[in-house]
Protein backbone atom coordinates (compact mmCIF):
# COMPACT_ATOMS: atom_id res chain seq x y z
CA UNK A 1 0.00 0.00 0.00
CA UNK A 2 1.40 3.36 -0.71
CA UNK A 3 2.60 5.45 2.32
CA UNK A 4 0.46 8.24 1.05
CA UNK A 5 -2.48 5.85 1.54
CA UNK A 6 -1.53 4.99 4.79
CA UNK A 7 -1.43 8.09 6.05
CA UNK A 8 -4.88 9.05 4.87
CA UNK A 9 -3.73 11.06 2.23
CA UNK A 10 -4.98 11.14 -1.06
CA UNK A 11 -2.08 9.17 -3.67
CA UNK A 12 -2.48 11.84 -6.36
CA UNK A 13 -2.61 15.87 -5.93
CA UNK A 14 -6.02 17.14 -5.66
CA UNK A 15 -6.84 20.97 -7.39
CA UNK A 16 -9.08 23.58 -5.77
CA UNK A 17 -11.98 24.94 -7.66
CA UNK A 18 -12.61 28.07 -8.61
CA UNK A 19 -16.66 27.90 -10.29
CA UNK A 20 -16.99 31.25 -9.85
CA UNK A 21 -14.24 32.12 -12.43
CA UNK A 22 -16.60 29.99 -15.45
CA UNK A 23 -18.49 31.61 -17.58
CA UNK A 24 -22.47 31.97 -17.35
CA UNK A 25 -22.70 29.41 -20.25
CA UNK A 26 -20.55 26.97 -18.34
CA UNK A 27 -21.60 27.75 -14.87
CA UNK A 28 -25.07 26.47 -16.21
CA UNK A 29 -23.40 23.23 -17.39
CA UNK A 30 -21.36 22.44 -14.40
CA UNK A 31 -24.62 22.99 -11.76
CA UNK A 32 -26.12 19.89 -14.09
CA UNK A 33 -23.24 18.07 -12.83
CA UNK A 34 -22.39 15.91 -9.15
CA UNK A 35 -19.02 17.33 -8.36
CA UNK A 36 -18.48 14.28 -5.83
CA UNK A 37 -18.29 12.22 -9.20
CA UNK A 38 -15.96 14.89 -11.78
CA UNK A 39 -13.57 12.16 -13.56
CA UNK A 40 -10.27 12.84 -11.88
CA UNK A 41 -8.38 12.41 -15.60
CA UNK A 42 -9.57 13.36 -18.82
CA UNK A 43 -7.56 12.64 -22.25
CA UNK A 44 -8.10 14.27 -25.33
CA UNK A 45 -7.68 13.60 -29.00
CA UNK A 46 -7.22 17.32 -30.34
CA UNK A 47 -8.31 15.93 -34.14
CA UNK A 48 -9.33 18.77 -36.98
CA UNK A 49 -7.05 21.52 -37.37
CA UNK A 50 -6.25 20.69 -40.42
CA UNK A 51 -10.22 19.95 -42.06
CA UNK A 52 -10.95 23.52 -39.64
CA UNK A 53 -8.80 25.57 -41.53
CA UNK A 54 -9.59 23.66 -45.07
CA UNK A 55 -13.20 24.21 -44.39
CA UNK A 56 -12.31 28.32 -44.38
CA UNK A 57 -10.02 28.28 -47.74
CA UNK A 58 -7.18 28.66 -44.42
CA UNK A 59 -3.46 27.19 -45.02
CA UNK A 60 -3.22 24.26 -42.31
CA UNK A 61 -0.80 26.28 -40.06
CA UNK A 62 -3.74 28.71 -38.89
CA UNK A 63 -6.03 25.50 -38.20
CA UNK A 64 -3.20 24.91 -35.62
CA UNK A 65 -2.35 28.52 -34.03
CA UNK A 66 -6.56 27.85 -33.43
CA UNK A 67 -5.93 24.71 -31.71
CA UNK A 68 -3.25 26.16 -29.49
CA UNK A 69 -5.58 28.71 -28.37
CA UNK A 70 -8.20 26.16 -27.46
CA UNK A 71 -5.77 23.90 -25.50
CA UNK A 72 -4.77 27.04 -23.05
CA UNK A 73 -9.05 27.74 -22.86
CA UNK A 74 -10.15 24.15 -22.30
CA UNK A 75 -7.15 24.13 -19.71
CA UNK A 76 -7.94 27.02 -18.09
CA UNK A 77 -11.55 25.70 -17.77
CA UNK A 78 -10.48 22.26 -16.25
CA UNK A 79 -8.50 24.20 -13.33
CA UNK A 80 -11.48 26.48 -12.66
CA UNK A 81 -13.00 22.69 -11.58
CA UNK A 82 -10.87 21.12 -9.88
CA UNK A 83 -9.83 18.56 -12.69
CA UNK A 84 -6.49 16.41 -11.30
CA UNK A 85 -4.97 15.39 -14.16
CA UNK A 86 -5.67 16.68 -18.59
CA UNK A 87 -3.49 14.71 -20.86
CA UNK A 88 -3.88 15.99 -24.32
CA UNK A 89 -2.17 14.45 -27.62
CA UNK A 90 -0.45 17.11 -29.07
CA UNK A 91 1.56 15.50 -31.49
CA UNK A 92 2.56 12.02 -32.33
CA UNK A 93 5.04 9.98 -33.16
CA UNK A 94 3.53 9.19 -36.44
CA UNK A 95 3.01 13.21 -37.36
CA UNK A 96 6.44 13.53 -37.06
CA UNK A 97 7.60 10.33 -39.59
CA UNK A 98 4.58 11.17 -41.56
CA UNK A 99 4.03 14.72 -42.19
CA UNK A 100 5.49 17.17 -44.23
CA UNK A 101 8.91 18.67 -42.98
CA UNK A 102 7.53 22.20 -43.19
CA UNK A 103 4.81 21.39 -41.10
CA UNK A 104 6.49 19.32 -38.75
CA UNK A 105 8.68 22.64 -37.94
CA UNK A 106 5.91 24.58 -37.36
CA UNK A 107 4.62 22.48 -35.06
CA UNK A 108 7.43 23.09 -33.29
CA UNK A 109 7.80 26.30 -33.43
CA UNK A 110 4.05 26.76 -32.15
CA UNK A 111 5.37 24.48 -29.19
CA UNK A 112 7.96 26.52 -28.07
CA UNK A 113 5.92 29.82 -28.71
CA UNK A 114 2.95 28.37 -26.36
CA UNK A 115 5.13 27.67 -23.63
CA UNK A 116 6.69 30.95 -24.17
CA UNK A 117 3.33 33.10 -24.46
CA UNK A 118 1.28 30.68 -21.70
CA UNK A 119 3.42 30.16 -19.32
CA UNK A 120 1.82 33.09 -17.22
CA UNK A 121 -1.46 31.90 -17.79
CA UNK A 122 -0.39 28.42 -16.23
CA UNK A 123 1.04 29.87 -13.27
CA UNK A 124 -2.28 32.29 -12.74
CA UNK A 125 -4.44 29.19 -13.00
CA UNK A 126 -2.20 26.78 -10.77
CA UNK A 127 -1.09 24.86 -13.48
CA UNK A 128 1.68 21.85 -14.04
CA UNK A 129 3.05 20.55 -16.93
CA UNK A 130 4.26 17.68 -17.61
CA UNK A 131 5.14 15.47 -21.11
CA UNK A 132 4.99 12.16 -22.02
CA UNK A 133 6.63 10.33 -25.00
CA UNK A 134 9.98 9.86 -26.87
CA UNK A 135 10.73 13.42 -26.21
CA UNK A 136 14.09 13.08 -26.62
CA UNK A 137 14.05 13.05 -29.86
CA UNK A 138 12.48 16.83 -30.46
CA UNK A 139 14.86 19.71 -31.41
CA UNK A 140 16.99 20.87 -28.50
CA UNK A 141 15.57 23.97 -28.31
CA UNK A 142 11.95 22.75 -27.80
CA UNK A 143 13.21 19.99 -25.63
CA UNK A 144 14.95 23.16 -23.32
CA UNK A 145 11.49 25.39 -23.32
CA UNK A 146 9.78 22.39 -22.16
CA UNK A 147 12.41 21.77 -19.47
CA UNK A 148 11.69 25.33 -18.88
CA UNK A 149 7.96 25.20 -18.27
CA UNK A 150 7.92 22.12 -16.18
CA UNK A 151 10.64 23.16 -13.88
CA UNK A 152 8.89 26.96 -13.89
CA UNK A 153 5.10 25.17 -13.09
CA UNK A 154 6.95 22.00 -10.74
CA UNK A 155 5.55 23.41 -7.46
CA UNK A 156 1.87 24.36 -8.50
CA UNK A 157 -0.63 21.97 -7.45
CA UNK A 158 -3.83 22.23 -9.43
CA UNK A 159 -4.15 20.64 -13.22
CA UNK A 160 -1.42 18.23 -14.16
CA UNK A 161 -1.46 19.11 -17.85
CA UNK A 162 0.25 16.74 -19.77
CA UNK A 163 1.04 16.92 -23.52
CA UNK A 164 1.93 13.75 -25.48
CA UNK A 165 4.74 14.59 -28.04
CA UNK A 166 6.33 12.60 -30.18
CA UNK A 167 3.93 9.84 -28.78
CA UNK A 168 2.68 6.68 -29.58
CA UNK A 169 1.26 3.89 -27.35
CA UNK A 170 3.07 1.04 -29.11
CA UNK A 171 6.14 2.36 -28.68
CA UNK A 172 5.64 3.68 -25.08
CA UNK A 173 4.47 -0.19 -24.16
CA UNK A 174 7.79 -1.28 -26.39
CA UNK A 175 9.70 1.08 -24.19
CA UNK A 176 8.23 0.22 -20.87
CA UNK A 177 8.97 -4.12 -21.74
CA UNK A 178 12.87 -2.79 -22.84
CA UNK A 179 12.38 -1.35 -19.28
CA UNK A 180 11.02 -4.16 -17.72
CA UNK A 181 13.70 -6.19 -19.26
CA UNK A 182 16.48 -4.90 -18.16
CA UNK A 183 15.14 -4.29 -14.33
CA UNK A 184 14.60 -8.27 -14.51
CA UNK A 185 18.18 -9.12 -15.80
CA UNK A 186 19.89 -6.86 -13.06
CA UNK A 187 17.69 -8.19 -10.27
CA UNK A 188 17.37 -11.81 -11.59
CA UNK A 189 13.62 -12.06 -11.78
CA UNK A 190 11.83 -14.42 -13.26
CA UNK A 191 9.50 -13.51 -16.31
CA UNK A 192 6.74 -16.06 -14.90
CA UNK A 193 6.29 -13.68 -11.71
CA UNK A 194 5.69 -10.61 -14.13
CA UNK A 195 2.46 -8.76 -13.30
CA UNK A 196 0.39 -5.72 -14.70
CA UNK A 197 1.87 -3.44 -12.00
CA UNK A 198 5.22 -4.19 -13.13
CA UNK A 199 4.45 -3.07 -16.42
CA UNK A 200 2.07 0.27 -15.68
CA UNK A 201 5.49 1.18 -13.54
CA UNK A 202 7.29 1.53 -16.67
CA UNK A 203 5.38 3.43 -18.40
CA UNK A 204 5.05 7.18 -19.05
CA UNK A 205 2.10 7.63 -17.32
CA UNK A 206 3.42 5.16 -14.21
CA UNK A 207 3.08 8.39 -12.23
CA UNK A 208 -0.70 9.14 -12.94
CA UNK A 209 -4.00 7.54 -12.88
CA UNK A 210 -5.83 5.82 -15.49
CA UNK A 211 -7.97 8.46 -17.49
CA UNK A 212 -11.29 8.09 -16.63
CA UNK A 213 -12.97 10.46 -19.62
CA UNK A 214 -11.47 10.01 -23.30
CA UNK A 215 -12.53 12.76 -25.50
CA UNK A 216 -12.24 12.76 -29.70
CA UNK A 217 -12.89 15.48 -31.57
CA UNK A 218 -13.86 15.83 -35.36
CA UNK A 219 -15.70 12.59 -35.24
CA UNK A 220 -13.83 9.89 -36.10
CA UNK A 221 -14.10 6.54 -34.53
CA UNK A 222 -10.38 5.63 -34.25
CA UNK A 223 -8.11 5.53 -30.93
CA UNK A 224 -5.20 6.38 -32.95
CA UNK A 225 -2.12 4.83 -31.37
CA UNK A 226 -3.40 6.50 -27.70
CA UNK A 227 -2.93 5.39 -24.63
CA UNK A 228 -3.72 1.98 -25.67
CA UNK A 229 -2.48 0.29 -22.31
CA UNK A 230 -4.12 3.23 -20.25
CA UNK A 231 -7.67 3.07 -21.71
CA UNK A 232 -8.90 -0.34 -20.96
CA UNK A 233 -11.83 0.69 -19.07
CA UNK A 234 -12.02 4.15 -20.24
CA UNK A 235 -15.58 6.25 -21.33
CA UNK A 236 -15.26 7.53 -24.50
CA UNK A 237 -16.74 10.57 -26.29
CA UNK A 238 -16.93 11.26 -29.40
CA UNK A 239 -17.56 14.54 -31.13
CA UNK A 240 -18.29 16.54 -34.66
CA UNK A 241 -16.42 19.28 -33.19
CA UNK A 242 -13.48 20.21 -34.33
CA UNK A 243 -10.57 20.74 -32.01
CA UNK A 244 -9.97 24.72 -33.25
CA UNK A 245 -13.86 25.32 -32.27
CA UNK A 246 -13.52 22.82 -28.83
CA UNK A 247 -14.07 25.49 -25.71
CA UNK A 248 -14.50 24.85 -21.89
CA UNK A 249 -18.08 24.91 -22.37
CA UNK A 250 -18.00 21.55 -24.36
CA UNK A 251 -15.36 19.87 -21.92
CA UNK A 252 -18.03 20.29 -19.54
CA UNK A 253 -20.97 18.44 -21.88
CA UNK A 254 -18.30 15.81 -22.27
CA UNK A 255 -18.02 15.32 -18.72
CA UNK A 256 -21.76 15.49 -18.16
CA UNK A 257 -22.17 12.51 -20.61
CA UNK A 258 -19.97 10.90 -18.75
CA UNK A 259 -21.71 11.31 -15.26
CA UNK A 260 -25.20 10.30 -16.81
CA UNK A 261 -23.26 6.28 -17.59
CA UNK A 262 -22.79 3.18 -15.54
CA UNK A 263 -19.21 2.51 -15.54
CA UNK A 264 -18.85 -1.46 -14.94
CA UNK A 265 -14.96 -2.36 -15.11
CA UNK A 266 -16.50 -5.65 -16.43
CA UNK A 267 -18.88 -6.12 -13.38
CA UNK A 268 -22.60 -6.00 -13.84
CA UNK A 269 -24.53 -2.78 -13.95
CA UNK A 270 -27.05 -1.78 -10.96
CA UNK A 271 -29.99 -3.09 -12.62
CA UNK A 272 -28.63 -6.30 -14.29
CA UNK A 273 -27.69 -6.86 -10.08
CA UNK A 274 -30.96 -6.32 -9.29
CA UNK A 275 -32.20 -8.67 -11.92
CA UNK A 276 -29.76 -11.31 -10.74
CA UNK A 277 -31.37 -10.05 -6.92
CA UNK A 278 -34.54 -10.75 -8.08
CA UNK A 279 -33.75 -14.55 -10.12
CA UNK A 280 -32.29 -15.93 -6.94
CA UNK A 281 -35.25 -15.00 -4.87
CA UNK A 282 -37.40 -16.62 -7.04
CA UNK A 283 -35.25 -19.70 -7.01
CA UNK A 284 -34.81 -19.56 -3.16
CA UNK A 285 -38.78 -19.50 -3.24
CA UNK A 286 -39.22 -22.76 -5.67
CA UNK A 287 -36.83 -24.83 -3.73
CA UNK A 288 -38.34 -23.93 -0.41
CA UNK A 289 -41.50 -24.63 -1.65
CA UNK A 290 -40.45 -28.22 -3.24
CA UNK A 291 -38.97 -28.92 0.22
Not at 31 to 40: C, F
Not at 41 to 53: C, K, L
Not at 123 to 151: K, S
Not at 152 to 159: D, I, K, L
Request: charged letters at 25%.
Amino acid sequence: MPAAIARGEPLYLTATSRIHELTPEERAVYATLTPARLPEHVAIIMDGNGRWAGLRSLKRFLGHQQGAKSVQLVTETASRIGLPWLTLYAFSLENNLRRPRAEVSFLMRLLRSYLESNLQRMMDNNVRIRYIGRTHELPPDVQERMQWAAEATSRNTGTTLTLALNYGARSEIVDAFRSLSAEMKQKGLNPDRVTEEDIHRHLYTAHMPDPDLLIRTSGEMRISNYLLWQIAYTEIFVTERFWPDFRGIHLLEAIAAYQRRERRYGGLGEAEREDQASDQDVAEEARSAAG
